[in-house]
C-alpha cells in the first residue's frame, strides 16, 4: 500500500542546534517533493520544493534533500530557534496537481 | 492583500443539517481545493477543481459536495451523509502552469464541530 511516514511525531531541540526532519515514502513515484509549515489553529505554509531531478535546495537557514532511491526526503533547519516550533508537513507530487501529504511532524525548540 | 479567506472559523452542525464553509480567493489562482485535516492524519483531498465549473472527487468525497461558478469562489458542503464530520477543513489553490504550479497556498480553516 502506498505511504509517507514523517520520522515521528515530535522532536524536541534546543536553540542553536540542527533540526532533521525525516519523510519517507512507499509504492509512490513522486516528481516533485514539498514541505510546509503549520502552525496551530493555521492553514499550511510553503517553504521549499524539490524536483526528482534534483539532490538539494536551499533556502536561508533551510536545506532539503531527495533521494529518489531510498525514496526519502530530509528536511534541516540550521540554528534553529524558537520561533521555528511548529509542524512541518512533507506532501508528495503525484500527478500534475495532486499531493499526497504526510501526517507531520511537531518541532518544539527550546531556549 | 493577495490570499486566501475561509470563513467561518468555527461553525457547529446538528444532527441532519447540511453546512457550507465558504473560501474566496483573490490570487487569480485556476485550481482550488478542499482537504479534510485529522489528528495524527495526514491533509485528504476532499474536491478539486482545476477551472471554473468543473471538479472532481478527491478521495474521500462521500458527504461533501462542491461548485466552482466563480474562478474566486469554492464552496464546500457538508451535508448530514458525512457521518462524521468533526475536522479541520482547509481550502487551497494554485496555478495551473508556470514554475510555481504546484505550490498551493492556504486558507486559515474552518473547524467544524457537531452539536
Known amino acids: 500500500s502506498q505511504k509517507i511516514e514523517q520520522n515521528s511525531e515530535a522532536l524536541n531541540i534546543q536553540e542553536g542546534k540542527t533540526a532533521t526532519l525525516t519523510c519517507n515514502y512507499t509504492?509512490?513515484?513522486?516528481?516533485?517533493l514539498q514541505w510546509y509549515r503549520q502552525d496551530p489553529g493555521r492553514g499550511p505554509v510553503f517553504l521549499l520544493l524539490i524536483r526528482e531531478n534534483e539532490k538539494e535546495k536551499r533556502k536561508e537557514r533551510l536545506k532539503v534533500t531527495f533521494d529518489t532511491t531510498l525514496k526519502q526526503s530530509l528536511f534541516h533547519i540550521t540554528a534553529s530557534q524558537p520561533a521555528d516550533s511548529a509542524t512541518y508537513l512533507c506532501a508528495l507530487g503525484v500527478n500534475n496537481n495532486d499531493m499526497r501529504f504526510g501526517a507531520g511532524t511537531r518541532l518544539t525548540v527550546k531556549p | 492583500d493577495g490570499g486566501i479567506t475561509q470563513s467561518p472559523k468555527y461553525l457547529f452542525r446538528k444532527e441532519g443539517q447540511n453546512v457550507t464553509l465558504s473560501c474566496e480567493q483573490n490570487?487569480?489562482?485556476?485550481?482550488m481545493y478542499w482537504y479534510r485535516q485529522d489528528p495524527g492524519q495526514g491533509l485528504r483531498l476532499i474536491y478539486y477543481s482545476q477551472i471554473v465549473n468543473d471538479f472532481q472527487k478527491g478521495d474521500i468525497a462521500e458527504g461533501y459536495s462542491v461548485s466552482r461558478e466563480k474562478k474566486e469562489s469554492f464552496p464546500l458542503t457538508v451535508t448530514s451523509a458525512q457521518k462524521n464530520p468533526t475536522a479541520f477543513y482547509l481550502c487551497?489553490?494554485?496555478?495551473?502552469?508556470?514554475?510555481?504550479?504546484?505550490?498551493?497556498?492556504f486558507g486559515a480553516g474552518t473547524r467544524l464541530s457537531v452539536l
Open positions: 490570487l487569480n489562482h485556476d485550481a
Open positions: 509504492n509512490y513515484s513522486p516528481a516533485y
Open positions: 487551497a489553490s494554485s496555478q495551473t502552469g508556470g514554475r510555481a504550479k504546484n505550490i498551493q497556498y
